[in-house]
């Protein structure tokens, strides 16, 4: 091996070893990489059905089911109005279809209930409900 492709090996190693210790610091997250909890959907469920967050947090939904959902809060997209509660102030949500291995990620910024559903599997009983205390 030459001189100059020794060198290029050593260089190439180099960047190779600081692009992974970036990557290592970046998924160790700030506040608006990680999210403030983590649902996910397996069969017709969503794991936990209820989750406690704070203002300002980010809640994340993970399709690890083969089948296609939503993240649903939207009394006009409900087939049961009782499926729906948003606290005043918060505006309606959904994710649109999620197919399997992908997630949506929603900010919360009013405290309160919000209860919501998936609409393929909404007759199911595929709903959730999230509690946002004040930010801490």
Not at 18 to 27: P, Q, Y
Not at 74 to 81: M, N, Q, T, Y
Not at 92 to 113: C, H, I
């Amino acid at each position: 091996m030459s001189r100059r492709g020794a060198i290029a090996r050593a260089a190439a190693g180099v960047v190779a070893t600081l692009a992974a210790a970036v990557a290592l610091t970046a998924s160790d997250g700030g506040p608006s990489v990680e999210p403030g909890a983590l649902v996910t959907m397996v069969g017709v469920e969503f794991q936990p059905d209820s989750v406690v967050i704070h203002a300002g947090e980010t809640l994340e939904w993970r399709n690890d089911s083969k089948l296609t959902h939503t993240v649903t809060a939207d009394p006009e997209k409900a087939a049961v109005s009782e499926h729906v509660r948003l606290p005043e102030g918060a505006e309606t949500f959904d994710s649109g279809n999620l197919a399997p291995d992908e997630s949506y990620r929603r900010e919360f910024a009013v405290p309160g209930v919000y209860e919501y559903f998936c609409i393929p599997h909404e007759a199911a009983g595929m709903v959730g409900k999230i509690v946002v205390k004040p930010a801490k």
